[in-house]
């Protein structure tokens, strides 16, 4: 069973910083490429950071310079630390993997940007 649990989300004002985590099971965890999606409200969901096992960091234009994505391989567990927010940042923010050929998320942790 694939478990991803986040944490860390909450209230912050435009130009803050935060810091998400998400912990998973090592069996899932392990050589697999780990992300960060978000989904706004009335809007898709959108991939907004990526990881590999090897630590290749991919992000989406609307993040890059300002979202950070690491991994902690001996924790199991990934990060986006996320800095500069901007009101259009708010999302609900999951926490995916890519195991077996396909793409699971966690159950998500909202994130807002607003004065």
């Known amino acids: 069973q694939v478990q991803l649990v986040e944490s860390g989300g909450g209230l912050v004002q435009p130009g803050g910083s935060l810091r998400l985590s998400c912990a998973a099971s090592e069996s899932v965890f392990s050589g697999n490429i780990m992300g960060w999606s978000r989904q706004a409200p009335g809007k898709q969901r959108e991939l907004v950071a990526l990881?590999?096992?090897?630590?290749?960091?991919n992000y989406d234009e609307s993040v890059r310079g300002r979202f950070t994505i690491s991994r902690d391989n001996t924790k199991n567990a990934v990060s986006l630390q996320m800095n500069r927010l901007k009101p259009e940042d708010t999302a609900v923010y999951y926490c995916?993997?890519?195991?077996?050929?396909?793409?699971?998320w966690g159950q998500g942790t909202q994130v807002t940007v607003s004065s």
């Open positions: 990881i590999t096992s090897a630590g290749v960091t």
């Open positions: 995916n993997v890519d195991y077996r050929l396909r793409r699971y």
